[in-house]
């Protein structure tokens, strides 16, 4: 079965970096391009970062261009983001997805960043 599962959330001090990194499995990880989403408290779910099968594209939200960089690694299965100069806005539950059509979505269990001094 599908699983995605996030890790290297944290607390981190504005202005501080972390990386976030999903293992992925039970699909054929190169026939599908990846993605972080993320969700803040008493806010929707929003796109943060893609990147197509074999890294060519990404896309970024506008909030976080120039300071979150998507990476994927076909060998090990894996996507990661990268992410800078963080601020407290950027505080949420990041999520791994992968989306298999318009209707069949996976998602990981998200992993907590929370940017505070």
């Known amino acids: 079965q599908v699983a995605l599962v996030e890790s290297g959330g944290g607390l981190v001090q504005p202005g501080g970096s972390l990386r976030l990194s999903c293992a992925a499995s039970?699909?054929?990880?190169?026939?599908?391009?990846m993605n972080w989403y993320r969700q803040a408290p008493g806010k929707q779910r929003e796109l943060v970062a893609g990147i197509s099968r074999f890294g060519r594209i990404t896309k970024y939200a506008d909030s976080v261009k120039g300071r979150f960089t998507i990476s994927r690694d076909n060998a090990k299965n894996t996507v990661s983001l990268q992410m800078i100069s963080l601020k407290p806005e950027d505080t949420a539950v990041y999520y791994c997805n992968v989306a298999f059509s318009a209707m069949l979505n996976y998602w990981g269990q998200g992993t907590q960043v929370t940017v505070s001094s």
């Open positions: 039970g699909f054929t990880f190169t026939m599908y391009d």
